[in-house]
C-alpha cells in the first residue's frame, strides 16, 4: 500500500475538528446530564413526596386513633370509679363526673339515663336532639361520631353503653366530646407552607377547618378538585371516601402541581388528608440544579480555557522541538555527508565526492552546459618506494605535502584525492583561464623538488573537447599525458616505484 | 536544548494539572444552595359578660322550655358560653335544662311544681301556653321563687315573672315574613298557616301577625290555619292536608321551626310551586331554603338568648330587679335570610354545607 506522507496541515486540521467535536460533545453530554437530572428530580419529588405523604398521614391516623382508644379507655375506668361511689344526689353526680374529668383529662364527659337526661359537670339536660348517638334507644357498643356544633364547631363525640344505677335511675350511656381544634394541634404539622393536613367527612367537607393549600383551602374538597383532574381519577377519589380507602391525587392549577394523600382515620368516618406543594421541593431541587448547572458552565469555560492555553503552549513547544530536530538533523546529514566526500588523511574531496561530482559534470556535458573545463591527473611519484623504505608515516606525510602542493598550485580548481597517489583537479571559470600559468608554475616548482627532495607530483592535463561525452573521456586524456610526465620527470631525477 | 524544553513542558504540566483541579473543585465549592362574614347580623357567637359583680361564687338554676329540639339545643350553647365564662371568673354556675318530647302546659307545670321543691336561685321557663302557664308562675313567685322567662315565649303581660330575655317581637316577625310572602306573590292568592303549639306565645304571635298582614290585601285569602304541636311529621301531614283540599295554594306561612321542614317535605313531595316562609334556623329548613323551595327563614339569634338568659338570671338570683342592670325584656333579633344565604347559614351553624 503505498503512504500518504502526512503534513503538518493534516495534523493541524484533524487536531481543530477533534477539538471541536470534544468541545461539542463535552456541551451535548453536559446538557443531557442536566436534562437527566431534571427527569430525575421530577421522578424523586413524585416518590419523596408521596412517601413522605403517606408516611404523614400513617403517623397522624395513628395519633387520632391513639387519642380516641385513650378516651375509651379513660371512660370505661371513670365509669367503674364512679359506680363504686355511693352517690345519693344529683350534686354528687356531679361532682363526680367532675373529679373524672379532671382525673382522665377528659373533654366534655358525660353520663345519660335510660330518658336521654345527660348529667355533666355542671349541667343537666334533655340532650336527644342534641346528641344524635341518642336517637337509638340502646347503644350496641361503642361509637364515634362527629358532632356539628351550632356555631360552626365541631366535636368528636365517643360514646359506649354503660349499665349502672345512680340515685336510683338507670344509666344507659356514656360519651365524651373533643374539640377538633384540639385534635388539631395535636397532629402539629410543620408550619412552613410546604405541607398542609385537614380531616374531612367522607362526602369531602372540612372538618378541622384547616387549610389544604392555597387552592384547597376549607372548600369541600370534592368541588374543589372537580375539574381539575380527569373525571375518572375524580370519582375513584370520592369513591375511595365513601369506602374509607387511602390513595393520593396530583393536579396541577396555574402550572403548580399539588400532591394529596388521604387516609381513613379509622372508625370516625373521617378522612385525614396531607398536601405537598411539589413546586416546593421542585423550586428547591432546581435552585440546586441551577446553581448546579452554573457551577458546571463556569467549569466547562475555566477548563476550556485552561486547555485552549496548555494546547497553544503545548503546540508552540512541539513546533520549537520539532524545528530544533529538524536543524539538528540538518547538520548531521551536512557532518555525514561532509565525512562522506571528505579525505580523511588530507581534508580535500575525495573519489566519491568525484564521482558525484563526475555524474554531475556529465549530466552537464550532454546537455551541453558545460563549455570550459580543464581536468589534470596528479600522481606522486615515489610513494611506495617511501612507504616501504620510511613505513606508512613518511609516506603519508608525502601523500599530505604533496596535496598541499596541488592545493597551493590550483587554488581556484576543485581538487579530489581518487586513489593513494592519485588526485584529480577540475578548473573551471578563472582556474581555467588560467590553466597554463598554472600548470607551468605546477611542473616548475615540481622540478625544483627534486632537486631539494621534496615532492614530485606528475600531472597530465587536458581540456573539454566538442566530441568529448562525458568526463571520463578527457580523464583517458590527461591520464596518459601524466604517465608521459612521470617518464619525463624520472629522467630529471625523480623517484620512481622502485628507487 | 531539548532536555531544558522537556523540564519545562513537565512543569507546565504540573502547574496546568493543578489548575483544573483547582478551578474543577472551585464549583462545587460554590453554595449548591396564604369570612368572616356578615353573620353577625343573624347570629352573634362572640360574646362576653357585662360588668356586673355577682354577688356569690355559687349559682345553681332551673330552665325548662317547650319541647326537646335543635332551636333550644341552640339557646343551650349560649348559656354553656356564658358558664364557662363565669367559671373562668371562679363562679361556679350548675342548672338544669329540661323538656318533654312534646309541648305541653301539663307537663311543663309538673316541672315547675317539682323544681320549686329544689334548692335553685333561679327558675326559668319558655312558657308553653300563655294562658295556663302564667297563673303558675304568679304563684310560684308568691311562693318566693324567682322566676323569670326566656327563649321565644313570654308569659301574660300582667304575669308577675320578674324578667324575659328572647324574642321580643314574634308578631313582627309573623307580619314581615308574610310581607315577604305577599310581595313575592304579587299580592295575591291563597294562603295557608302553620302554627306551632296551641297557647305558645310566640307562635301564636307569628300566626296573628301573618293574619293580619293578610288581611291587607284583597286579592289574598288564608285557606287553612292547623297547629303541628312543634311535630315535623304532623307539619307535613298538615302541608300535605292543605295543598289536597287546594291545591292551588300559592303560599305558606310557617310560624315555629318544624312548620317549614314539614311544609317543604310536603311541597317537594306533591309538586307544588307553592311559596314558603317560616321561622329559624333548621338545618333541613336552611337545605331547603339552599334548594329554592323554602323562600325565606327569619332567624333568631337563639346564642345570644342563651348567653343573656344565664346573665341576667345570676343579677336576679342576687335579688336585683329589671332596672339599670338589665331590662324587664331583654330583645334579641331575628333576621330574614333568602336563597343566596342559605349555603353561609349552613356553614356557620352546621359547619358542612354538604352535610
Known amino acids: 500500500m503505498k503512504s500518504r506522507k502526512i503534513t503538518e496541515k493534516a495534523v493541524i486540521i484533524t487536531a481543530a475538528i477533534g477539538g471541536v467535536l470534544i468541545l461539542i460533545m463535552l456541551i451535548a453530554n453536559t446538557y443531557w446530564a442536566y436534562e437527566q437530572s431534571i427527569a430525575s428530580t421530577n421522578q424523586a419529588v413524585s416518590a419523596v413526596s408521596a412517601f413522605y405523604l403517606e408516611s404523614m398521614a400513617d403517623r397522624r391516623a395513628k395519633t387520632i386513633t391513639n387519642l380516641i382508644n385513650n378516651n375509651f379507655d379513660y371512660m370505661e375506668k371513670a365509669v367503674s370509679v364512679i359506680d363504686d361511689e355511693q352517690i345519693e344526689s344529683q350534686e354528687e353526680l356531679r361532682a363526680a363526673i367532675g373529679r373524672m374529668k379532671n382525673l382522665l383529662s377528659l373533654s366534655r364527659f358525660a353520663l345519660v339515663d335510660e330518658e336521654d337526661i345527660v348529667y355533666t359537670q355542671y349541667t343537666t339536660y334533655t340532650g336527644r336532639s342534641r346528641h344524635p348517638f341518642l336517637a337509638n334507644k340502646t347503644l350496641d357498643g361503642r361509637m364515634i361520631s362527629t358532632v356539628f356544633r351550632y356555631g360552626s364547631s365541631k366535636d368528636l363525640c365517643l360514646a359506649i353503653p354503660i349499665d349502672i344505677k345512680i340515685m336510683g335511675k338507670q344509666f344507659k350511656a356514656c360519651f365524651v366530646q373533643i374539640d377538633i381544634n384540639d385534635i388539631v394541634g395535636l397532629l402539629a404539622f410543620d408550619d412552613q407552607e410546604s405541607t398542609h393536613f385537614a380531616l374531612y367527612s367522607e362526602n369531602g367537607g372540612n372538618i378541622s377547618e384547616t387549610e389544604l393549600g392555597q387552592f384547597i383551602g376549607t372548600k369541600n374538597i370534592f368541588d374543589a378538585t372537580n375539574g381539575n383532574v380527569s373525571e375518572e381519577e375524580w370519582n375513584s377519589f370520592r369513591d375511595d371516601f365513601a369506602n374509607g380507602k387511602k390513595g393520593t391525587l396530583t393536579f396541577t392549577i396555574n402550572d403548580v402541581v399539588d400532591t394529596i394523600f388521604y387516609e381513613p382515620v379509622p372508625d370516625t368516618g373521617w378522612e385525614l388528608v396531607v398536601m405537598i406543594r411539589e413546586s416546593v421541593i421542585q423550586d428547591q431541587f432546581q435552585e440546586i440544579s441551577k446553581k448546579s448547572l452554573t457551577a458546571n458552565r463556569r467549569q466547562i469555560i475555566f477548563i476550556l480555557v485552561v486547555a485552549s492555553l496548555f494546547s497553544t503552549l503545548l503546540f508552540y513547544m512541539m513546533r520549537r522541538i520539532a524545528n530544533d530536530k529538524l536543524k539538528e538533523e540538518k547538520e548531521n546529514s551536512k557532518v555525514f555527508k561532509s565525512m562522506a566526500n571528505t579525505d580523511s588523511l588530507t581534508g580535500v574531496r575525495n573519489k566519491h565526492a568525484y564521482m558525484e561530482t563526475e555524474a554531475q559534470l556529465n549530466s552537464w556535458i550532454r546537455e551541453g552546459a558545460v563549455d570550459k573545463l580543464a581536468l589534470i591527473v596528479c600522481d606522486i611519484n615515489g610513494l611506495k618506494y617511501v612507504n616501504d623504505t620510511q613505513g606508512h608515516a613518511a609516506g603519508d606525510k608525502l601523500i599530505k605535502d604533496a596535496c598541499s602542493l596541488i592545493c597551493n598550485v590550483f587554488s581556484h580548481g576543485s581538487v579530489y584525492r581518487t586513489g593513494g597517489d592519485e588526485f584529480v583537479v577540475l578548473l573551471s571559470g578563472k582556474g581555467y583561464d588560467t590553466k597554463d600559468e598554472t600548470i607551468a608554475d605546477f611542473n616548475r616548482q615540481v622540478e625544483e623538488n627534486i632537486k631539494t627532495n621534496e615532492p614530485v607530483v606528475s600531472i597530465g592535463y587536458t581540456t573539454l573537447q566538442p566530441n568529448d561525452e562525458q568526463v571520463h573521456d578527457l580523464f583517458e586524456r590527461a591520464d596518459h599525458m601524466m604517465y608521459d610526465r612521470k617518464k619525463e620527470l624520472k629522467n630529471m631525477g625523480a623517484k620512481t616505484r622502485e628507487s | ?355
Open chain 2, 1 to 355: 536544548m531539548s532536555e531544558k524544553i522537556n523540564n519545562i513542558f513537565r512543569k507546565f504540566l504540573i502547574v496546568a494539572f493543578s489548575i483544573v483541579i483547582a478551578g474543577t473543585s472551585s464549583g462545587y465549592s460554590n453554595d449548591t444552595e396564604i369570612k368572616a362574614d356578615d353573620t353577625e347580623g343573624v347570629v352573634d357567637f362572640v360574646h362576653s359578660l357585662d360588668d356586673y359583680v355577682p354577688a356569690k361564687n355559687r349559682y345553681n338554676f332551673y330552665f325548662t322550655y317547650k319541647i326537646v329540639h335543635p332551636w333550644w339545643d341552640a339557646v343551650a350553647l349560649g348559656m354553656e358560653d356564658a358558664q364557662k365564662k363565669y367559671l373562668d371568673k371562679g363562679i361556679v354556675i350548675t342548672y338544669e335544662y329540661m323538656a318533654p318530647d312534646a309541648a305541653s302546659y301539663e307537663d311543663q307545670t309538673k316541672r315547675l311544681l317539682e323544681a320549686q321543691k329544689g334548692d335553685y336561685d333561679v327558675i326559668g321557663v319558655d312558657v308553653a301556653d300563655e294562658e295556663k302557664i302564667s297563673p303558675v308562675l304568679d304563684e310560684m313567685v308568691a311562693a318566693g321563687n324567682k322566676v323569670m322567662t326566656f327563649s321565644s315565649s313570654d308569659a301574660a303581660t300582667d304575669c308577675k315573672r320578674i324578667a324575659y330575655v328572647g324574642n321580643t317581637h314574634n308578631y313582627q316577625d309573623g307580619a314581615d315574613l308574610t310581607e315577604a310572602l305577599c310581595k313575592k306573590l304579587g299580592y295575591k292568592g291563597k294562603v295557608g298557616i302553620l302554627v306551632g303549639s296551641n297557647g305558645a306565645p310566640c307562635h301564636e304571635d307569628r300566626a296573628k301577625g301573618a293574619k293580619d298582614t293578610i288581611a291587607k290585601y284583597k286579592n289574598m285569602e288564608i285557606v287553612a290555619v292547623e297547629y303541628d304541636q312543634d311535630s315535623i311529621d304532623m307539619a307535613y301531614n298538615l302541608a300535605k292536608q292543605m295543598l289536597g283540599d287546594n291545591p292551588d295554594i300559592a303560599g305558606f306561612v310557617c310560624c315555629n321551626m318544624s312548620n317549614p321542614v314539614g311544609t317543604a317535605r310536603a311541597v317537594t313531595e306533591l309538586g307544588s310551586s307553592a311559596v314558603i316562609v317560616g321561622m329559624d334556623h333548621d338545618q333541613e329548613a336552611l337545605h331547603y331554603l339552599k334548594d329554592g323551595v323554602i323562600y325565606c327563614l327569619g332567624v333568631q339569634d337563639c346564642y345570644s338568648i342563651g348567653f343573656d338568659t344565664l346573665q341576667v338570671a345570676v343579677k336576679i338570683a342576687d335579688g336585683n330587679l329589671p332596672g339599670d342592670l338589665f331590662p324587664d325584656k331583654t330583645d334579641e333579633s331575628t333576621t330574614i335570610i333568602y336563597q343566596e344565604d342559605a349555603e353561609l347559614m349552613l356553614e356557620v351553624l352546621y359547619g358542612d354545607v354538604t352535610q
